[in-house]
């Protein structure tokens, strides 16, 4: 039996659950994670990477917040690669491939070496409540933890069903058991519960491939980080490649339609939308005569690889046979195939923007729970759980980032305002503000939040004001120094950009499209100058100088937003006696309970003309 009573009790150890108990034991929590099997920590159930378009930029709000995914991420790397470089700096994005067992060790590792952490083992199948507030929890051995709050992260476990073609198994993951009983409790208590589903692909013997039938792709040549710690940068790295199906492959997976659990009604629940099954692309876009497939390393030493893009649930000789027509693979060795896996959800509208819920005081969904696909988007939920439990018991105040704040900010926000009905993913689209919400500056926009709440360090603080302050002296060489045309034009003919007839200031020439600083310091008179700066110094000097107007604007626009942020509504606010609102706006309106009327000018069928009828009933 254990006596004792924590203040934060995590239930499950995937990416939210690892980063919300960190989070919560790291303010001073006292706090008890608790997983199925201690042996999988951290663990990376699909892909063997982190990070990616927009959620890069998720892993390195993590770091600046004090969390953990980029310190593990950059230990565990074997490859990085900055996305989208050829595109605006909004869009540019980090990401590694990992080693995966590394990647859980190092988890594990970390977690143990966090003070005021504790860790069982046991299945929870129910929660403590009472008076509507969580009390603890119930493990299957019968044994009563109490608690002063509880994070639920339960992934794919709750009630989990594993599809291979007409085969089906209970189950979170491929060999481990399934959570039950929590999902009824609650439906119980009055929550909303959905079924979602998600997919992996097969992993292979890396040495039955024939990789030089594939496109090779090499890390970046100066492979960056994703932590603003003293993490280790990559010296080495391990490349994947690039391959494509063709139409045999299309026509014999076609074959096995008829046993698809997709296809013929098994599977009920929807899919993640932006990366769906390879009988899904088939299906969907018939005219296609192949789609890019990546083979991915999982590691450093392992000969396993994961097939990037050939998730499936087709039965397991299908998948074997098609995958010998791809070039490559014509004589591939499958270590397992992939599968498809149904699990519970609860729909997030349920929960306020620090990830409580509305119907059970104390208690917090992090993570697939909440209808989100991805680790970056769990661990970020997770970390924000973590704070906001610990907030909740020791009487502090909620904590809460903004869409112009943070991508996890717009995340959650999506999830409370919209909700979602399918696997939600993180993308730079979702983001209005996402000039502002880059990966650089992710220290600059988080660090002195994460140090207020006492989870980064001074060193880190100061770190970043080191970065700020070498930023605006960079700029200020760059607007004061002047360049000659005799000095400047060769440089300019070379980006094939208009001569000068006069002298300009190098700020000015750095504007130019093409033009970067790095071209600049060909100029003995710029390079004396700047030399000594660090790398983030002048990325961060450079997008300054280069988006100045747009960064404004956008400025511009978070400030007339934060208006409508101030105006708040109070909790117990009836909507439906408004008369004016549309029959829509009442009905989502009430149920969401927005607390500002910005929120509610972000939910789905309420109009800026339900907004204004608000402001005028408020009194604006």
């Not at 303010?27 to 994670?33: E, I, R, V, Y």
């Not at 097969?202 to 792709?217: A, H, I, N, T």
């Not at 490559?328 to 609860?346: M, Q, S, T």
């Amino acid at each position: 039996m254990i006596l004792e009573k924590y203040d934060v009790i995590v239930v499950g150890a995937g990416h939210a659950g690892c980063e919300a108990a960190a989070a919560a034991a790291n303010m001073g929590s006292k706090t008890l994670l608790i997983t199925m099997n201690m042996q999988t920590i951290g663990q990376m159930s699909c892909n063997p990477a982190m990070g990616g378009i927009a959620k890069g930029q998720i892993v390195r709000e993590i770091d600046a917040m004090g969390g953990y995914s980029g310190i593990i991420a950059d230990i565990s790397a074997i490859q990085f690669k900055m996305l989208n470089l050829s595109k605006g700096p909004a869009m540019w994005s980090p990401r590694t491939q990992n080693d995966r067992m590394l990647f859980a060790e190092e988890w594990r590792l970390a977690l143990e070496n966090t003070p005021n952490l504790d860790f069982f083992q046991d299945m929870v199948k129910s929660l403590v409540i009472e008076n509507n507030q969580v009390r603890g929890v119930v493990t299957s051995l019968g044994i009563k933890i109490q608690g002063k709050s509880v994070v639920l992260t339960n992934g794919t476990f709750l009630n989990g069903l594993i599809h291979v073609g007409d085969k089906q198994l209970g189950g979170g993951r491929m060999g481990e058991p399934k959570a039950f009983g929590i999902t009824e409790q609650l439906v119980s208590l009055g929550f909303e519960a959905g079924r979602m589903k998600t997919g992996t692909p097969p992993r292979v013997d890396g040495r039955s491939l024939d990789y030089s039938k594939m496109e090779e792709q090499e890390g970046d040549i100066n492979p960056q980080k994703f932590s603003y710690t003293d993490t280790p940068k990559l010296t080495k790295q391990r490349s994947c490649h690039i391959v494509y199906t063709n139409e045999t492959v299309h026509d014999i997976l076609r074959e096995g339609f008829d046993r698809s659990p997709m296809f013929n009604g098994t599977i009920q629940s929807i899919g993640p939308r932006y990366c769906p099954s390879i009988e899904d692309k088939v299906n969907r876009f018939a005219e296609r005569t192949r789609h890019q497939l990546f083979v991915e390393p999982e590691g450093w030493q392992t000969v396993e690889i994961y097939v990037n893009g050939f998730s499936s649930s087709l039965p397991e000789d299908v998948q074997i046979k098609a995958m010998k027509h791809i070039p490559g693979f014509e004589n591939v060795k499958v270590f397992r195939p992939g599968y498809a896996i149904e699990y519970d959800y609860f729909p997030p509208t349920q929960l306020y923007h620090t990830l409580e819920t509305k119907l059970i005081s104390n208690l917090y969904f992090a993570g697939q729970i909440n209808g989100t696909t991805g680790y970056e988007e769990a661990a970020g939920q997770g970390l924000m759980a973590g704070i906001n439990a610990h907030n909740k018991v020791h009487g502090k105040e909620e904590f809460i980032l903004n869409r112009d704040e943070a991508y996890i900010g717009v995340l959650i926000d999506d999830l409370i305002t919209k909700g979602t009905e399918e696997p939600y993913r993180m993308f730079t689209s979702r983001a209005e503000y996402r000039l502002l919400l880059r990966q650089d500056n992710a220290d600059i926009r988080l660090t002195e939040k994460s140090h207020k709440l006492g989870l980064a360090d001074y060193q880190r603080l100061e770190k970043v004001q080191k970065k700020i302050s070498g930023s605006n002296e960079l700029e200020e060489i760059l607007k004061e120094t002047s360049l000659k045309p005799g000095i400047i034009n060769p440089i300019l003919a070379e980006i094939e950009s208009s001569p000068v007839d006069q002298a300009y200031r190098a700020a000015q020439i750095l504007t130019r499209p093409n033009m970067t600083l790095e071209k600049l310091e060909n100029i003995d008179l710029i390079k004396d100058k700047t030399a000594h700066f660090p790398f983030e110094v002048k990325e961060q000097a450079e997008i300054n100088i280069k988006y100045k107007g747009y960064i404004e604007k956008e400025k511009e626009n978070v400030s007339k937003l934060n208006r409508l942020e101030t105006i708040r509504i109070s909790e117990d606010f009836d909507f439906s006696k408004i008369s004016s609102l549309s029959s829509e706006a009442r009905q989502k309106l009430n149920k969401i309970k927005p607390k500002t009327i910005a929120q509610a000018s972000r939910i789905s069928g309420v109009s800026p003309a339900d907004i204004n009828v608000l402001l005028i009933y408020l009194g604006r």
